[in-house]
């Protein structure tokens, strides 16, 4: 079984796959000052609960966008499961063709999120990640990954609105039944979640039209997708694990790398 692991932010998601099969998913704060055994203990017991013994993992893959939990994780994966990780990064083979001016700039987790998404759903798409950013990657039907947009996320957006203005109140991430609100939480509520569902659907068109492709699938991904995700909008697919078979994906791909680290 392959364990993939993707470190956000705010979350660090993490699934286990038998084949192209999940068997367990785990979602646990990202936390800078837990310790390598305080994270083996989280997945221990994470498998406990489905009867799954360390041992039975057979390889990992990591993504991060918080550099300074790598060390701590790949601690925990000698330790805990006896093993090196895969870590994304410059020089894994993907699969796809990166047209990034400079692919080390490029997160871990949007590589992961665009092999996932041509291999899944095909070219020409765009993918699309609600997380603390919002972020957008295009495709190309050759499977060439062109490039993207970053935006801020709903919840970034929500919170740098209310801690700029005294005298706009918290308000709960909640989309309101109409976009003229009576009330300032749902003006704010309205605001952030049409916003955000209007921001998706203009890039989305610009891609397409970028793309040549005006039928391109579209797929989502990420924590607060579900927030417009009954919204009648251009998101053909909703795919809530599509980083992690990104990161399945990716170990397969590199299984020899894998076996060579571990020497």
């Known amino acids: 079984m392959i364990l993939t692991i993707d470190v956000g932010n705010m979350n660090i998601k993490s699934a286990l796959f038998e084949g192209e099969d999940l068997v367990k998913y785990g979602r646990f704060s990202t936390n800078i000052t837990y310790t390598s055994d305080e994270y083996g203990i989280l997945f221990t017991n994470l498998f406990a609960q489905k009867g799954i013994k360390l041992s039975d993992v057979d390889g990992i893959a990591i993504s991060s966008v918080v550099p300074t939990m790598n060390f701590t994780l790949e601690h925990m994966c000698r330790n805990y499961f006896n093993m090196l990780p895969l870590m994304i990064e410059p020089g894994i083979k993907t699969g796809i063709n990166i047209k990034y001016e400079n692919p080390r700039e490029l997160g871990s987790d949007r590589i992961a999120n665009a092999v996932a998404a041509y291999e899944v759903y095909g070219g020409p798409c765009v993918f699309i990640d609600f997380g603390t950013a919002t972020t957008f990657g295009a495709i190309d039907a050759q499977g060439c990954f062109l490039g993207g947009c970053i935006c801020p996320g709903i919840k970034l957006s929500s919170e740098a609105l209310v801690g700029s203005a005294s005298k706009l109140p ?60 009954e919204e009648d909008c251009v998101i053909d697919h909703f795919d809530g694990l599509l980083t992690l078979k990104g990161l399945r994906i990716l170990y397969n791909r590199n299984r020899k790398y894998e076996r060579k680290a571990q020497q």
């Open 170 to 229: 918290r308000f709960e991430l909640i989309r309101p039944e109409t976009v003229i609100g009576r009330t300032t939480i749902t003006n704010l509520q309205s605001g952030v979640i049409y916003g955000t569902i209007g921001m998706v659907d203009y890039i989305v068109k610009r891609m397409r039209i970028e793309l040549n492709a005006p039928e391109a699938e579209v797929v989502a991904t990420g924590g607060l997708a579900n927030l417009i995700r």
